[in-house]
């Protein structure tokens, strides 16, 4: 079936370096994609969110870029911080899934202080 | 704060036992709720949909008599584990959707970790 994905992967960053994470999809239905923040022991946090019909949206210190042709997924962490050290996952809504989320495989990000 | 209260966070208890996770959104009603399920160093994966005053919706693989879903009001969602098994071992996640909400779909709860031994 169609999924939403990428395995769990470790990103080692040092701190105040700018963090990428990946993520490609399948569903080219899906309109509607979130960054999620998931720390040791917790439930995803939300980060930021984007529709189909854009393809940049930023917040505080974080961008998400959207490409629909090629159906990929990033989240940029600027400076980053130790804090930002959790696993992030991202998800998307739309086509066949209804309402329903579909969450992607996951990347651990490691910040070196 | 936290929107979506989960409890308990943590529970141990012998093969055998069933267990209820219990899953509250404190500050608005919500008709839906989502329960997922995560193994170590994966993704999480829906488990099912909760729905106020009606049947839940299970996910393709779920066994609906093993894992029993209430959502007897819009506040609270319950989980049940009927004779959990050690393969049961997992940490769940409820999700509830705040129709007011503007950009989330969903907010989470902190997750319950059972371990059966």
């Known amino acids: 079936g169609e999924s939403v994905g990428l395995h769990l992967p470790t990103l080692s960053v040092q701190e105040g370096d700018n963090s990428i994470i990946n993520c490609a999809y399948s569903?080219?239905?899906?309109?509607?994609f979130i960054w999620y923040k998931q720390e040791s022991g917790k439930g995803p946090q939300f980060i930021i969110d984007i529709r189909s019909n854009m393809d940049k949206r930023q917040g505080q210190r974080v961008t998400v870029l959207l490409n629909k042709t090629v159906k990929h997924l990033s989240l940029q962490i600027a400076a980053t911080q130790p804090g930002d050290s959790a696993v992030y996952f991202c998800a998307e809504i739309g086509g066949n899934a209804g309402n329903m989320l579909t969450f992607g495989g996951g990347t651990r990000l490691m910040v070196k202080p | 704060g936290a929107v979506v209260s989960q409890h308990p966070s943590r529970v141990i208890c012998k093969s055998g036992t069933s267990v209820k996770i219990e899953c509250r959104s404190l500050d608005f009603q919500a008709t839906t709720m989502f329960w997922y399920r995560q193994f170590p160093k994966q993704s999480l994966m829906l488990m099912a949909t909760s729905n106020e005053g009606s049947k839940a919706t299970y996910e393709q693989g779920v066994e609906k008599d093993k894992f029993l879903i209430n959502h007897a009001s819009l506040t609270l969602s319950t989980l049940t584990v009927t004779s959990a098994h050690p393969e049961d071992s997992s940490f769940y996640i409820c999700?509830?959707?705040?129709?007011?909400?503007?950009?989330?779909?969903?907010?989470f709860g902190d997750g319950t970790r059972l371990s059966i031994l």
């Open positions: 999700s509830a959707r705040d129709p007011g909400a503007g950009n989330q779909p969903q907010h």
């Open positions: 569903n080219s239905a899906s309109d509607y």
